[in-house]
């Protein structure tokens, strides 16, 4: 089945430094990419939509000057944490749309990556 | 996009039969129901999805009646690895909204 490789799986980071979390699509292509934003024992929050050969769109209070996100081809979208602070430190996680056996799309996630600023 | 309600935690005991009950009111005609799971440090994992009726696979039922404005995905005989979280979402579109999940704790 499809499969969303996200790297690193977890990270440590000075405040102040920028850190870049990647997600491909291993085994087909993806021209939107979706990247979740999650804290403890909270629900995941949709951070912004990643667009292949364009700008992200980014959901309402998110910073895009914060988050910069690339999706310069068709299997690989990357987030990057600029400046990071620890109020940063959260899981993110990507994810990229497949057609499902319903004919919908069915959205793959990626494994998340653990941000932690110190 | 349709807004999803589900109990916040539920808790049951291994070799039981789990229904985690979804309601989305406002589902809209193309929308399709999903289902997924999800573990601590990981990501979300599909688990099934349906438009009407009855769907099922080798780790689930879903169950949607006639109006489409609830459902039920059902865990046959459930073991302690189905404690998780468990998320309900209807969609068209691509972008997935996810809202509280349900928080299920199987007991030994």
């Known amino acids: 089945g499809a499969v969303v490789s996200q790297h690193p799986s977890w990270v440590i980071c000075k405040s102040g430094t920028s850190v870049k979390i990647e997600c491909r699509s291993l085994?087909?292509?993806?021209?939107?990419m979706f990247w979740y934003r999650q804290f403890p024992k909270q629900s995941l929050m949709l951070m912004a939509t990643?667009?292949?050969?364009?700008?992200?769109?980014?959901e309402q209070g998110v910073e895009k000057d914060k988050f910069l996100i690339n999706h310069a081809s068709l299997t690989l979208s990357t987030l990057t944490v600029t400046s990071a602070h620890p109020e940063d430190s959260s899981f993110y996680i990507c994810?990229?749309?497949?057609?499902?056996?319903?004919?919908?799309?069915?959205?793959?996630f990626g494994a998340g990556s653990r941000l932690t600023v110190l | 996009l349709a807004k999803t309600t589900q109990p916040i935690s539920m808790d049951s005991y291994e070799g039981q039969e789990v229904n985690i009950t979804c309601s989305h009111n406002?589902?809209?005609?193309?929308?399709?129901i999903t289902w997924y799971q999800q573990f601590p440090s990981q990501g979300p994992r599909f688990i099934i999805q349906?438009?009407?009726t009855k769907v099922t696979n080798e780790v689930a039922s879903l169950f949607i009646p006639a109006d489409r404005k609830s459902s039920t995905l059902s865990l046959p005989r459930v073991s302690l690895s189905d404690t998780a979280v468990y998320y309900c979402?209807?969609?068209?579109?691509?972008?997935?909204?996810f809202g509280t999940g349900t928080r299920l704790q199987v007991f030994p």
């Open positions: 994810s990229a749309n497949v057609r499902g056996n319903t004919g919908a799309n069915v959205l793959t």
């Open positions: 990643s667009n292949e050969g364009s700008k992200a769109t980014y």
């Open positions: 085994d087909f292509q993806a021209t939107t």
């Open positions: 349906g438009y009407k």
């Open positions: 979402l209807v969609v068209n579109t691509d972008k997935l909204i």
């Open positions: 406002n589902i809209a005609t193309n929308d399709y």
